[in-house]
């Protein structure tokens, strides 16, 4: 079997066959770092984003938005009964 890595004829199969170990071990090197460093680190900034959205919507939500929507129906439940 003969085997050419950048124009030079590799003969020895042991040879051959940790070059295919090695290319394996990178390929797996690479998928683990996508797996263990790349995915944790963008889950952290998503939910650390979520998080902050969160803090800055939910104060304006219960003090802007729920009492205006709370005095409307009281508002229209009176008129209701006034009229």
Known sequence: MEFKV???KIDNPFI???LIVFSIAVVG???AVLLFVVLPIIGIVL???LA????ILTP???WLVIP???LTIVG???AKVIK
Do not use: D, K, P, Y
């Open 6 to 8: 950048n124009e030079t």
């Open 16 to 18: 051959i066959a940790a």
């Open 29 to 31: 090197i690479v998928i």
């Open 47 to 49: 939910s650390g984003m």
């Open 52 to 55: 902050l959205i969160l803090v």
């Open 60 to 62: 304006i939500l219960f």
């Open 68 to 70: 205006v929507v709370m």
């Open 76 to 78: 229209w439940c009176f």
